[in-house]
């Protein structure tokens, strides 16, 4: 009996043309009453992704689908208690969880889509 195959080590995002309009695509992966859910940021010309979840109450950033408060282009607010964090590193700042992280993944750009290279996450979709 042999080993079942690793995941695939990247998993893609959202399109980088889609990305650069919106500034923002969340993503879901994994069963929908439990996802790993993803939410990746374009701004200043830079990309950011991190699991979207907020180290407060381990809940999703954003109150509604799409929906996240991004200020100077450089600091993320939670939507539920207003902690603040560094969009280029994840750390809270200011806030009820002050001195944690997000959960920042790593991403790359491949002709014209964004994947994240190291998915901390089981994922079942073919790499390019
Ligand atoms: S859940 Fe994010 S600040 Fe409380």
């Not at 690793?6 to 994994?30: I, N, W």
């Not at 907020?54 to 996240?68: A, K, M, Q, V, Y």
Request: charged share 20%; glycine share 6%; proline share 11%.
């Amino acid at each position: 009996m042999t080993a079942p195959p690793d995941p695939p080590c990247s998993v893609s995002l959202v399109s980088l043309a889609t990305l650069a309009k919106t500034g923002v695509a969340e993503c879901a992966f994994g069963p929908p009453d439990d996802p790993f859910r993803v939410v990746v940021f374009f701004e200043r010309e830079r990309i950011y992704a991190f699991e979207n979840r907020c180290p407060h109450f381990s809940i999703p950033l954003n109150f509604e689908p799409g929906i996240f408060w991004i200020y100077s282009g450089s600091e993320l607010m939670c939507a539920h208690h207003s902690a603040m964090f560094r969009l280029e590193d994840g750390v809270c700042f200011d806030g009820p969880c002050n001195g944690a992280a997000l959960r920042k993944l790593a991403v790359e750009i491949h002709q014209g889509t964004v994947w994240c290279t190291s998915p901390p996450f089981r994922v079942t979709q073919d790499a390019p």
